[in-house]
């Protein structure tokens, strides 16, 4: 009998939707088509307008550090860079003190875009349908888990 039981718990944590990967992985895609009508307007996809939102939050990074900040890997990052830069938001210039570090800046018109990107968190909240309370909650419980991930990860 304990087998049973035990096999129908098995069969029920197997199912798709009791997978809080999928569950991750589905609202995510969800919520990326919701953002990209929105930053379509500014003339951004979501990967670039998470590039933009780190340097609004701090102008003049190195490469390693943006990558950090978005835990993309520099293979990733750099060609989303290389778009930025084409379209006038970004620079990128060596290191005058490390020429082997790269730093990102934001140009006038990147720093301008920042007042046509204010609307775009009331947008989504609206879009969730959650309250302020529920998204900082949501938000907070997310990143903790991240950081038990890592942990659980490096001590692989």
């Not at 992985?25 to 998470?50: D, N, R, V």
């Not at 060609?79 to 084409?86: D, G, N, S």
């Not at 419980?141 to 991930?149: I, N, Q």
Request: aromatic letters at 4%; glycine letters at 4%.
């Amino acid at each position: 009998m304990a087998d049973a039981t035990n096999s129908s718990a098995t069969d029920d944590w197997l199912r798709l939707d009791q997978q809080l990967c999928f569950a991750l992985y589905s609202t995510s895609l969800a919520m990326t088509k919701i953002y990209k009508p929105i930053l379509g307007e500014l003339g951004l996809t979501y990967p670039q307008y998470l590039v933009m939102l780190v340097l609004w939050e701090t102008d003049k990074l190195t490469v390693s550090a943006l990558g950090e900040r978005l835990t993309l890997d520099s293979g990733t990052l750099t060609p989303l860079l290389k778009r930025l830069e084409v379209a006038g938001l970004v620079t990128r210039a060596r290191d005058e003190e490390d020429e082997r570090r790269v730093l990102v800046s934001l140009t006038d018109a990147g720093r301008r875009l920042r007042a046509s990107a204010e609307g775009i968190p009331e947008k989504m909240l609206c879009a969730t349908q959650c309250s302020i309370e529920e998204i900082q909650t949501l938000t907070a419980r997310l990143h903790e888990m991240r950081t038990t991930l890592d942990n659980a990860r490096s001590e692989d």
